[in-house]
């Protein structure tokens, strides 16, 4: 009889194990999802900014200040696949009244179920050491 009672226990405290361990899978699986979401919002975040320190570092190209908006997507190919996730780039352009070669840009980058997304600021100088295709 203590045999039967004892693997009675042993199924009842793996059962209750097994059933803890299935019901943290959806939180973790939120978990991944976001920050897959946020992984790949950083990296377009620093291509986004990586492109406007190279343009505005030469004093050739035009600036235009204020707020400009772009789509994107997370493949490098033109058309989406499966698994893609569309990106909103904000980026805001403001210069330094004490110096006109000095620009401050904040770009956001947010995707669909998550408004507020992830920002960053650069501010980048205009030099002549840039200079190319005047």
């Known amino acids: ?13 793996t059962s209750v ?20 979401y946020v992984g790949r919002a950083a990296e377009v975040l620093y291509n986004a900014l990586e492109t406007y320190q190279v343009r505005l570092s030469n004093p ?8 400009q908006t772009q789509t994107t997507v997370t493949t490098s190919g033109e058309t ?7 990106y909103t780039v904000n980026a805001e352009i403001t210069q330094i009244n004490v110096d006109p070669q000095i620009f401050v840009v904040t770009v956001t980058v947010t ?14 100088t205009r030099q002549k050491e840039y200079q190319f295709g005047c």
């Open 80 to 86: 989406a696949i499966r698994g893609d996730i569309t």
């Open 111 to 124: 995707w669909p179920g998550n408004t507020k997304g992830i920002s960053e600021s650069l501010s980048i």
């Open 1 to 13: 009889g203590m045999g039967m009672i004892e693997v009675l226990i042993a199924i009842f405290l």
């Open 60 to 67: 050739c190209n035009s600036v235009t200040l204020g707020t």
């Open 17 to 36: 194990a097994v059933i803890s361990i299935l019901a943290l899978q959806p939180t973790g699986w939120k978990a991944m999802a976001k920050s897959d």
